[in-house]
């Protein structure tokens, strides 16, 4: 592994590291912009976000890490739709416009920075 991959994919693992500590952190954000269709939704932010730290964690380790990396791919594709909720409930406040349109092409671009570690 180069220096780049490594420093890479020490971000990767503190990033979502970082998120899934923040789902116990602040739950009410996440709370606040989980769709109204999702059931339970107090049990699902805790299970995303003690996902998103099993899959830090998955990051560090070789025999692991691309499991890892594809339980983050599935885990960003499942998330996809509260965020495009979150666009739209942001869109309709007139607050957060920018950033929560960015966040939805910045999911393919996290997608692609996980599935460089599948192999």
Do not use: C, D
């Amino acid at each position: 592994m180069t220096t780049i991959q490594l420093i890479s994919l020490v971000l990767m693992a503190a990033f979502y590291g970082f998120a899934g500590f923040s789902h116990f952190r602040q739950p009410k954000f996440f709370l606040r912009i989980t769709p109204k269709w999702v059931p339970y939704p107090k049990t699902v932010n805790i299970i995303v976000g003690v996902a998103e730290i099993l899959l830090a964690l998955g990051l560090i380790f070789s025999a692991t890490r691309s499991y890892a990396a594809w339980g983050i791919i599935v885990l960003l594709v499942a998330v996809f739709p509260a965020n495009v909720y979150h666009f739209q409930k942001a869109k309709r406040k007139g607050k957060h416009v920018l950033p929560t349109l960015l966040r939805l092409p910045a999911q393919g671009l996290l997608i692609y920075w996980a599935y460089s570690f599948v192999v």
